[in-house]
Nanobody
């Protein structure tokens, strides 16, 4: 079974930057399966539903929700089974718990514990 461990969150002032990491671990089969999967970052703000933030396909294509375009960058290191989200020019509305998962993940699938990002002065 796979485990997703998100880290790198914290408290940052508006305009600041953070780099989130998502480590994929578990059985060799699970790790291989995830290494061949498109991966994404998602976030859930208080009182709101979880939303898609950024995605990276197997072919290397990226996609972003409009609100983070030109500010966030998703990347991955398959050798380390890790997915990253570089977040720049952070805004208070970026405050949320951030999760990573496959692009095909649904609410019924396994999700990690997430990492809290708080943007506040």
């Amino acid at each position: 079974q796979v485990q997703l461990v998100e880290s790198g969150g914290g408290l940052v002032q508006p305009g600041g930057s953070l780099r989130l990491s998502c480590a994929v671990s578990g059985s060799i089969f699970s790790q291989i399966r995830f290494s061949w999967s498109g991966m994404g970052w998602y976030r859930q703000a208080p009182g709101k539903q979880r939303e898609f933030v950024a995605g990276l396909t197997r072919a290397g294509s990226t996609s972003y929700v409009d609100s983070v375009k030109d500010r966030f960058i998703i990347s991955r290191d398959n050798a380390k089974n890790t997915v990253y989200l570089q977040m720049n020019s952070l805004k208070p509305e970026d405050t949320a718990v951030y999760y990573c998962n496959q692009l095909t993940a649904t609410t019924d699938d396994y999700w990690g514990q997430g990492t809290q990002v708080t943007v506040s002065s």
